[in-house]
């Protein structure tokens, strides 16, 4: 399903669903959003720029901050949710520059940025390649790429968990991974996509959640 609708646009959140993403980020994955800045930040020093690529209701951009003296970015298509992300971060108290943009343009100059990052997005986009050659494009010389999202081949369970750390239970949870994983994308199909690009340095990580993807300009 997931499939057959990005083939006309890139997959977004409005309207209530955005701010049904936001409570359920709120209450659900705080916690792990608080992990995954810390492991991001060993990537990054101060003064560094950084790009989150869909940063959903903002939390992960907004940990990060907390962490060091970066000057962040985040973008995402969906107008409701960059207002979100604003909203989040004047009540974290901290500054981070939420807009809207679509990947496979994006409104930055090219090398831009030390560090950019997308979690749980990359299945969401109608044109993968492009948007690598984006990050490619706007990525700093030696600046690197982190890509963290479901592997099509991930088991029921673990793709069930993802969506149990959401907040959905029983077989609501089951369903909404079942879906997930059906718009994923598996090791073999990655490799094609970063062969088609100018990234040379990558490595893909299985993760809990299916993938980390690193990738160096």
Do not use: W
Not at 11 to 36: C, F, P, T, V, W
Not at 59 to 73: D, N, W
Request: hydrophobic share 40%; with cysteine.
């Amino acid at each position: 399903m997931m499939r057959f609708f990005r083939r006309f646009k890139d997959l977004e959140i409005q309207g209530e669903k955005a701010n049904y993403y936001d409570k359920i980020s709120r209450e659900h994955r705080i916690g792990e959003m608080k992990a995954q800045a810390k492991e991001i930040s060993k990537n990054i020093k101060d003064g560094d720029t950084v790009l989150e690529i869909a940063p959903g209701a903002g939390y992960l951009s907004i940990e990060l901050s907390k962490l060091g003296k970066y000057k962040i970015t985040g973008m995402d298509i969906s107008k409701d949710l960059v207002e979100i992300c604003k909203r989040n971060a004047i009540e974290a108290g901290v500054q981070i520059d939420f807009q809207q943009g679509n990947v496979s343009n994006m409104p930055f100059q090219s090398n831009e940025f030390n560090l950019i990052i997308s979690v749980l997005a990359f299945k969401n986009f109608k044109e993968p390649i492009k948007a690598l050659e984006e990050i490619h494009r706007v990525l700093k010389p030696g600046g690197k790429a982190l890509i963290m999202d479901l592997n099509r081949k991930a088991s029921m369970k673990a793709t069930k968990k993802v969506a149990e750390s959401m907040g959905l239970k029983g077989t609501t949870a089951f369903i909404a991974g079942a879906i997930q994983r059906s718009g994923a994308y598996n090791r073999n199909e990655f490799k094609s996509f970063i062969s088609q690009t100018e990234f040379k340095d990558y490595e893909i990580r299985d993760c809990d959640m299916g993938f980390s993807i690193y990738l160096k300009k």
